[in-house]
């Protein structure tokens, strides 16, 4: 390519932001889909199916939930096969006062209870204290993974047996799970936690999109996509940066590139700490397991920002280039 020739890194640019483009109406339309999912109390935890989502590492127990008017919709999730339990708002000792909803998967069917804390270790039925049974949709499963449980109630039962849920105020949750089958059998210290909810503000969001270069998510034409926007891209930034700073023709002879200046040498330091992040990343990706496509993504950026690194160093801090004309004694090898 000429040196001065401008045209084909323009093409390559238009390239470029047509793929990306094409890309953002595609993740658009995917965005608009998860929105509109509704919320089904199956027993079954689709992906993008709650607006909220709480990971209790200590006991690899998931909690979600939406609220929607003046309904809370529940789901929770653990590895064991007995009952799953969440408390709600406990005043102690221990668990007394919470408000507990429980159940488990037997034989396929699913049992489940709206219950009270009346003493420091047990509860029992709302229904059984004179309460209600405030539950409106109930919904179970278990697989290899463990156990689910969905539910939906109202944020303010008006039972004095159930806590309501209320805006700006977080609460107390007591999760835990057990391998017993019923309502009575006492849970292993390792298979409880409490934490703090403000069910209003979440924690994290379960259907917020991952950044792009997090690539679980993404479908093999979308990788493509994203692979024809970063070639074509490097190619024409490298092509304006060559016009820029040689701007004439390749001939033969020897001459000398343009020397360094303050923003060469800034946007090098900032390639380079961008390289050391990549690789940390890269690094970690690898020991903690993480998919292959994520593990790819960050392989991919650190390879991509070296590549900048040497183009910026070559453009910049090489000293002089030769240019060897080609050998014209018409020998044809």
Do not use: C
Request: charged letters at 20%.
């Amino acid at each position: 390519m000429f040196k001065n020739t401008i045209t084909l890194p323009l093409i390559a640019l238009a390239f470029a932001l047509a793929g990306a483009a094409v890309l953002a109406f595609d993740l658009n339309l995917k965005e608009q889909a998860k929105q509109a999912q509704p919320l089904v109390v199956d027993g079954k935890i689709g992906e993008s199916e709650y607006q909220n989502h709480l990971r209790v590492d200590g006991i690899q127990m998931d909690l979600y939930w939406s609220i929607q008017s003046d309904r809370i919709y529940v789901g929770l999730h653990a590895p064991g096969r007995g009952w799953v339990a969440i408390g709600f708002d406990p005043e102690g000792p221990i668990m007394q006062g919470a408000d507990i909803v429980i159940g488990y998967v037997k034989d396929g069917k699913l049992f489940l209870q709206d219950s009270y804390a009346n003493v420091p270790t047990g509860h029992q039925a709302d229904t059984e204290l004179g309460g209600r049974d405030d539950i409106l949709e109930k919904a179970g499963s278990q697989g290899a993974d463990g156990t689910v449980l969905e539910f939906s109630r109202k944020l303010d039962t008006r039972d004095k047996f159930d806590k309501p849920i209320r805006e700006g105020k977080p609460m107390a949750i007591l999760m835990a799970y057990a391998e017993d089958a019923d309502f009575t059998s006492y849970h292993s210290k390792t298979r409880a936690r409490v934490q703090s909810v403000d069910f209003f503000q979440a924690n994290s969001k379960a259907n917020e999109t991952p950044p792009l270069w997090v690539a679980s998510h993404l479908e093999a034409y979308e990788l493509g996509l994203i692979a024809w926007i970063i070639v074509l891209g490097i190619f024409a930034i490298q092509g304006f940066i060559s016009v820029r700073l040689e701007g004439r023709e390749l001939k033969p002879g020897h001459f000398i590139p343009a020397r360094e200046s303050t923003i060469s040498v800034i946007f090098t330091a900032l390639l380079t700490v961008l390289e050391l992040v990549w690789a940390v990343q890269f690094i970690s990706s690898l020991y903690e397991g993480a998919r292959p496509a994520v593990v790819a993504t960050y392989g991919a950026l650190l390879a991509f920002t070296l590549a900048a690194i040497l183009l910026v160093y070559r453009q910049s801090f090489v000293s002089a280039e030769t240019i060897v004309q080609e050998r014209e004694d018409h020998i044809p090898w």
